[in-house]
């Protein structure tokens, strides 16, 4: 049998008619009785009869039917994984991104997503940006999310998100009671920023410089959450980036623009020639409309 025989039994064997078989697979009862009389004779065998105006399967069909049935079966599954795959509701993600983006927006777009998608998994990796770009380029990762400046020529950037680093304090710190913070507001007091070898570093000692502050170096950090942790114990005015303090509020500190502004951009990271799943599509439509709700795009 081949599968249009196949298929045309199959029917058969649903409906008990031919006329029925017929109108379920689309087609006329002429074609439908044409590929049934050519697939009992290919099997030489005799699969229905006719009695009171209907078929009757001969135990050879009944014989055959739980095969046929189990191969339609599959066929069917086939079919709604690739609906599913298609709508992006099944698949695996595969995301790298910087570390304040990965515990802050980018879980927050996961869970999102994941939850009207039960059958989704999610690779996420928190790393630093250089690290989320060799991930992307060697394809370990469909998606990265990472912090300008990004130069490669394998790759593609999309902005997701501009921000500014920000002065995060204690709400009782002198400076808390202020809409945005100039840096030269800053000299009388201990600051924590990031190690010299961090991207943000160079572009805060510039503004620092700029204004003639000599800085008080409370602490230097690699990661923001470390600063605002610091910030939360009292230590002094983080000078960091206010994405993960955006998703995770701790009682007790704010975070307030700093002037002149310091720009921060993260940027969605894919490989120029990679493939890209209709799963990451949705999931990225998700993450852009995670980042407006909280940031106002």
Partial sequence: ?????????????????????????????????????????????????????????????????????????????????????????LGTLSVAAAFPIANGYLAKAVADFMESRPGMRVALQSLTSPQVVDRVVSREVELGIAYEPVVNPEIETEVLVRSGVACVLRENHPLAARAEIEVRDLEPYAIITYLPQTLLRGPVDRALSEAGVVPRIAVQVSLSLTGIMMAYHGVGVALVEPFLLASMPLPGLVARPLRPRIEVSALLVRARSAPRSAAMGHFVQQLKATVAAQYGG
């Fill in 1 to 89: 049998m081949n599968l249009r025989q196949m298929e045309v039994f199959y029917a058969i064997m649903r409906t008990g008619s031919v006329t029925a078989a017929a109108r379920l697979l689309g087609v006329t009862q002429p074609s439908v009785s044409t590929v049934l009389k050519h697939c009992e004779a290919s099997l030489r065998i005799r699969l229905f009869e006719r009695v009171a105006g209907r078929l009757r399967p001969t135990p050879e069909a009944e014989a055959i039917f739980p095969d046929v049935a189990a191969i339609f079966g599959r066929l069917d599954a086939i079919g709604r994984l690739t609906q599913d795959l298609a709508g992006g509701r």
